[in-house]
Nanobody, 126 residues
């Protein structure tokens, strides 16, 4: 069982930066692949980025490459998403999720993630 709690969302202007955080707890959390998803009103939940606890390797969806950075702190059991040069289309509820354990894939479908946080709102004004 893995418990996830997001924090750090807010209202920013286009071009600004913002970080969201995910506190993870539970047994063998280090064995999981952690993902960030987002869901805008009226749209499906979409994959944003993922990171493996074990080695820190990362994977991004094309629309955020070069702007967003996912990272983790193995001591604090935290996962972060640093978002730079934000655009209005980045507005969404951002969710932290866990896939695994011990997976070697980079899953992009929300159905492949068993554990979810409650989400945190990010709003980017134009």
């Amino acid at each position: 069982q893995v418990q996830l709690v997001e924090s750090g969302g807010g209202l920013v202007q286009a071009g600004d930066s913002l970080s969201v955080s995910c506190a993870a707890s539970g047994r063998t959390v280090i064995a999981y692949t952690m993902g960030w998803f987002r869901q805008a009103p009226g749209k499906e939940r979409e994959f944003v980025a993922a990171i493996r606890w074990s080695d820190g390797s990362t994977y991004y969806t094309d629309s955020v490459k070069g702007r967003f950075t996912i990272s983790r702190d193995n001591v604090k059991n935290m996962v972060y998403l640093r978002m730079n040069r934000l655009k209005p289309e980045d507005t969404a509820v951002y969710y932290c999720a866990a896939h695994g354990p011990y997976s070697t894939r980079w899953p992009r479908l929300s159905t492949e993630y068993a554990y979810w946080g409650q989400g945190t709102q990010v709003t980017v004004s134009s």
